[in-house]
């Protein structure tokens, strides 16, 4: 047997056991996303479009607080509206484990563009990274 194949096998008779997908994931080294990622993703994307800095700077870890002051975020945020016009809402926020982080997407619409907010959390729910991306660049990263 192949060594694909004998995970399979494993993975079908753990199933059968009982065993939870998340358990599965945690053995084989592939732990599943911080379950609060798509709530902590829409509270950072609310406290974006409105205006509220320091409670976004606030969930930042330690290296972000460093290298992102309130007025930085603000300019970003600034720069993203004046090229696409009023934030309108965002769509449903996927998130995947990768490594130590869980990285969250979540399409942001726009009056004339949209986007998506890539955050990154830490198990500790703090942000290790923050970025509002094309759609296009999103896709390729």
Known sequence: ????????????????AGYSWH???????????LPEAGDLARVVIDDLAHARWADVSARFDATMRDQLTNEDLAQGWAQVAGSAGAYRSHGDTGAVRTGEFTTTNTPLSFESGEF??????????????????NPDAAARS
């Open 23 to 33: 358990e599965i994931r945690e053995v084989l080294g592939n732990p599943s996303p």
């Open 1 to 16: 047997m192949d060594p694909l194949e004998a995970v399979a096998a494993a993975v079908r008779q753990a199933r059968e």
């Open 116 to 133: 998506v907010a890539r955050i990154a959390f830490r198990d500790d729910q703090t942000i290790a990274g923050l970025y509002i991306l």
